[in-house]
C-alpha cells in the first residue's frame, strides 16, 4: 500500500517533465525563425529632377558671344555680325564688339538662366558676363549683359543687347607706384611673363592689383590673371604675384 503514493507521484511528474522539456525547443524554433522585413514608409512625393538646360538655345547664346568675340580682334567682321541681329536698331561698335582698342578676351552665360523653349516658346532672355582686355593684354572693362533672342532660320538670333553693370578698369594708380619705385622698364618685361602661357591655345589678361615695396627693399607686385580659350564660354581667374629683387644692379623676378 506504501508503493501507491509513490506511483502516483510518478506518474504526476512525468507529464510536468514533459511539457517542461518542449519549451527550450519551442523557444530555440522562435530564435531560428527569420526576422519579419521591414515596412519603410515614404511621407509625401519625391523632389522632381532638375530640368536639363535647353541645348539648342544654349549653343545658340555660345555661337554670338564667339562671333563677337572673333569681330572684337578683326573689327572689319562687325558689320557682318551687325547684319546678323535681329533687330533694326543701330548697335554702336562699343557695345556689340567692345571699347574702342579692347579685345573680348573672356564670356561667360549659366545654362539655369536660359529658358526651356517648353517653359517659354519664341524669344528668351539670358545674362551675359563679358570681360575685354586692352592690346597689352590689360583688363579694360567687364559688364553683364540682358541679352534678348528670338526665333530665326530655324535657330535663334539676338534681336537685343543691354548692357549692365558696367565697370572700367583703371591700372593708372598702381602703374605710378610702380614709375615711383623705379621700376617702370621692369612693368613691360612683367606683361609679357603675365600673359605667357603653358597653354599657347588660351587667352590670357591681367589686372594690377598692387605695388608694394617692402622694409627689403624689394617689391611686390600682385595683379588677377584670367585665362579662357577662344570661341568657348566660361574664363578661369587667379592671384599672382611677382618679386622684384635687384642684385649686382641688375633686376629679377621672383614669383610668390
Request: glycine share 8%.
Amino acid at each position: 500500500m506504501r508503493l501507491a503514493p509513490l506511483l502516483l507521484t510518478v506518474a504526476l511528474a512525468a507529464p510536468i517533465a514533459s511539457i517542461a522539456a518542449t519549451i527550450p525547443a519551442v523557444a530555440r524554433a522562435d530564435s531560428s525563425a527569420p526576422e519579419s522585413p521591414v515596412t519603410e514608409i515614404r511621407l509625401g512625393s519625391p523632389a522632381p529632377a532638375s530640368p536639363k538646360p535647353d541645348a539648342a538655345r544654349s549653343k545658340a547664346v555660345e555661337r554670338f558671344l564667339s562671333a563677337r568675340q572673333d569681330a572684337s580682334a578683326d573689327r572689319v567682321k562687325a558689320a557682318g555680325l551687325r547684319r546678323r541681329l535681329a533687330t533694326k536698331e543701330q548697335v554702336l561698335d562699343e557695345v556689340l564688339v567692345g571699347p574702342r582698342g579692347a579685345t573680348l578676351v573672356g564670356f561667360d552665360f549659366d545654362d539655369a538662366d536660359v529658358p526651356r523653349a517648353g517653359a517659354r516658346a519664341g524669344r528668351f532672355d539670358v545674362t551675359a558676363t563679358l570681360l575685354f582686355a586692352s592690346q597689352d593684354g590689360q583688363v579694360v572693362e567687364t559688364r553683364s549683359e540682358e541679352l534678348t533672342f528670338v526665333p530665326s532660320g530655324g535657330g535663334y538670333a539676338c534681336a537685343k543687347i543691354v548692357p549692365t553693370n558696367v565697370v572700367s578698369w583703371n591700372s593708372q594708380t598702381a602703374m605710378e607706384h610702380a614709375t615711383n619705385a623705379g621700376i617702370a622698364k621692369e612693368m613691360e618685361r612683367l606683361k609679357g611673363h603675365w600673359r605667357g602661357s603653358i597653354d599657347p591655345g588660351l587667352l590670357v589678361a591681367f589686372s594690377l592689383s598692387d605695388v608694394e615695396r617692402r622694409a627689403d627693399g624689394d617689391i611686390v607686385i600682385s595683379c588677377l590673371r584670367y585665362t579662357s580659350s577662344p570661341g568657348r564660354r566660361g574664363f578661369d581667374s587667379d592671384s599672382a604675384s611677382v618679386v622684384i629683387t635687384t642684385q649686382d644692379g641688375s633686376s629679377q623676378f621672383k614669383s610668390r
